[in-house]
T-cell receptor, first 114, second 116 residues
Framework: KNQVEQSPQSLIILEGKNCTLQ??????????LRWYKQDTGRGPVSLTI?????NTKSNGRYTATLDADTKQSSLHITASQLSDSASYIC?????????????FGRGTSLIVHP | DTAVSQTPKYLVTQMGNDKSIKCEQN?????MYWYKQDSKKFLKIMFS???????INETVPNRFSPKSPDKAHLNLHINSLELGDSAVYFC???????????????FGAGSRLTVL
């Protein structure tokens, strides 16, 4: 069964600090993995996409990594800001059959305190 | 211009009523979705339409009926509302290019349904 597990479930950090969110998946065959950011009261917005051949990709202060062998991804946030407070959702797609349907993780709720 | 718009944003209603949520996308995408986000923030897919054709229908009570009059619209009608239907419902769209799967989901802002 295709699954996406995220950790931690929630995280509280001080403004300016770094943090790393984890995503493990069992989706196979693998196509791509996206990290979405969902602000309170809004729909999720894509931050970055990782395909099979990519190990690291940055988008400003966000850096995503992918290890397709161990089926793990991480999202690293550098120098956190108050506006980073949101839910971060890992979404994995496969290439065929049921795995083509995007599989969502339960998200990590990040709170950045001043 | 709003890419994916859904109405209403808030809906409060009594048990047993029938209600609809509308969704429109102006991105020219060929696939539209409805997701339900529960109180624990987990997004669960309900339906997906590709070019007006139903392609995904997860285990959802048949009180929920999606309708796609054209590929830019996907409405959700709910009959005989129950307390457990209270959630935020998100509409999304994407352009499915072959089997690459590299197609970002663009979400609407959500419709918060409260059943009393």
């Amino acid at each position: 069964k295709n699954q996406v597990e995220q950790s931690p479930q929630s995280l509280i950090i001080l403004e300016g600090k770094n943090c790393t969110l984890q995503c493990n998946y069992t989706v196979s065959p693998f196509s791509n993995l996206r990290w979405y950011k969902q602000d309170t009261g809004r729909g999720p917005v894509s931050l970055t996409i990782m395909t099979f051949s990519e190990n690291t990709k940055s988008n400003g202060r966000y850096t995503a990594t992918l290890d397709a062998d161990t089926k793990q991804s991480s999202l690293h946030i550098t120098a956190s800001q108050l506006s980073d407070s949101a839910s971060y959702i890992c979404v994995v797609r496969g290439t065929s059959g049921g795995s083509y349907i995007p599989t969502f993780g339960r998200g990590t709720s990040l709170i950045v305190h001043p | 211009d709003t890419a994916v718009s859904q109405t209403p944003k808030y809906l409060v209603t009594q048990m047993g009523n029938d209600k609809s949520i509308k969704c429109e996308q102006n991105l020219g995408h060929d696939t539209m979705y409805w997701y339900k986000q529960d109180s624990k923030k987990f997004l669960k897919i309900m339906f997906s339409y590709n070019n007006k054709e139903l392609i995904i229908n997860e285990t959802v009570p048949n009180r929920f009926s999606p309708k796609s009059p054209d590929k830019a619209h996907l409405n959700l009608h709910i009959n005989s509302l129950e307390l457990g239907d209270s959630a935020v419902y998100f509409c999304a769209s994407s352009q499915n290019r072959g089997t690459s799967g590299a197609n970002v989901l663009t979400f609407g802002a959500g419709s918060r349904l409260t059943v009393l």
